[in-house]
């Protein structure tokens, strides 16, 4: 019923009457300013829903407005929605509307501020950026296969980089390719909980064995197998922990 009644109000937030629509975002900004956090999780389905491209421009900048105030009065609780958060703000980055467009890119900087990653976190504004410009992908793939991973790596992190992975695993560059599966082989071996990559390997995987199957460079081609070798292995391991937690359930 909460949730109902948020997106109730957000669609109220590009109503044409002034006093309906200022009515409704003082209202929803109020909820989202005092919300305790153990109840984000029941009004984040409203809020990523609100993001669609179908809904009016008013209301869409209205809700990235109020990610930005979640992400600044509760980032932990924030940290934990960054894989439901960032495929749906990465279509925002792209919109044929300005306002869109900047508050989105505004959003995704300080959403992904939070990831909670030493590693990454200094490569934030070039990650973003290449969100927004494809054309920088290799840039950042050159950048982050530079990178000596220490911190275990969480879903939050790998809902950060995954989407710039694939993209450096289709480019035509060799080089590329080959930096994408090394950033893959490494930080697949610093996941400690197998459940965080669960989600990422469904994409990451079969893009590997494609790039595998269509690469000409024999040196890259090891190197990429090494990877999808190493997210095999972390597969079997998610297998494992899924069967322990049933076992434990029975």
């Not at 809700?63 to 495929?87: A, G, M, Q, R, V």
């Not at 290449?130 to 992190?157: C, N, W």
């Not at 989407?163 to 060799?174: M, N, Q, T, V």
């Amino acid at each position: 019923m909460f949730s109902f009644n948020i997106s109730d109000k957000l669609h109220l937030t590009s109503d044409k009457s002034l006093d309906i629509k200022n009515k409704a975002m003082n209202e929803v900004r109020n909820i989202i300013e005092t919300i305790n956090p153990s109840c984000i999780s029941m009004i984040m389905p409203s809020l990523l829903n609100s993001l669609d491209s179908k809904n009016n421009w008013q209301q869409r900048v209205f809700t990235l407005e109020l990610l930005n105030i979640l992400t600044e009065n509760k980032p932990d609780f924030i940290s934990y929605h960054i894989p439901e958060i960032i495929p749906i703000l990465t279509p925002c980055i792209q919109d044929t509307k300005k306002q869109v467009k900047e508050m989105a890119s505004k959003t995704l900087k300080n959403v992904c501020d939070v990831i909670g990653n030493k590693d990454i976190e200094p490569l934030t504004d070039s990650i973003v950026l290449a969100i927004q410009q494809p054309s920088k992908v290799p840039e950042i793939m050159h950048k982050l296969a530079g990178i000596t991973f220490v911190q275990s790596v969480e879903s939050p992190a790998l809902a950060m980089v995954v989407p710039l992975l694939i993209r450096g695993l289709k480019e035509r560059k060799i080089a590329t390719q080959r930096q994408s599966a090394v950033i893959i082989n490494n930080m697949s071996k610093l996941v400690d909980n197998p459940i965080d990559a669960q989600p990422f390997i469904p994409l990451l995987l079969p893009q590997l064995i494609l790039t595998s199957e269509c690469c000409s460079d024999p040196e890259a081609c090891i190197i990429i197998k090494k990877a999808i070798k190493q997210l095999e292995y972390l597969k079997l391991k998610i297998g494992d922990k899924v069967k322990k937690k049933l076992q434990v359930k029975i």
